[in-house]
């Protein structure tokens, strides 16, 4: 099993900026990759960005240029540095970590709030 812990979500006004953190714990050997999901209600969870053990990067569009995706490997944790926040950014983001074979686990969610 492998724990996600996320923090750092809050309120922020349009063209601020947050730091999304995920610790992970438990069973984290062989996980392939992390990254962040984000989901408003009605809608289904969608990639924000992803980052594999090895470093390699990827970025939904709407993202890109904006956010960050970076990871310490030393304290096992995922960050996501939001800049130049934008209110359809308003979303819970759930932190995500993949592994071979087990799957998917997931963090309980923090919510971002970006108001105009």
């Known amino acids: 099993q492998v724990q996600l812990v996320e923090s750092g979500g809050g309120l922020v006004q349009a063209g601020g900026s947050l730091r999304l953190s995920c610790a992970a714990s438990?069973?984290?050997?062989?996980?392939?990759?992390m990254g962040w999901y984000r989901q408003v209600p009605g809608k289904q969870r969608e990639l924000v960005a992803t980052?594999?053990?090895?470093?390699?990067?990827n970025y939904a569009d709407s993202v890109k240029g904006r956010f960050k995706i970076s990871g310490d490997n030393s304290k096992n944790t995922v960050y996501l540095q939001m800049n130049s926040l934008k209110p359809e950014d308003t979303a819970v983001y759930y932190c995500?970590?993949?592994?071979?074979?087990?799957?998917?686990?997931w963090g309980q969610g923090t919510q971002v709030t970006v108001s105009s």
């Open positions: 995500n970590a993949f592994k071979v074979p087990q799957g998917n686990y």
């Open positions: 438990g069973s984290i050997f062989s996980i392939a990759y």
């Open positions: 980052i594999t053990i090895g470093g390699r990067t």
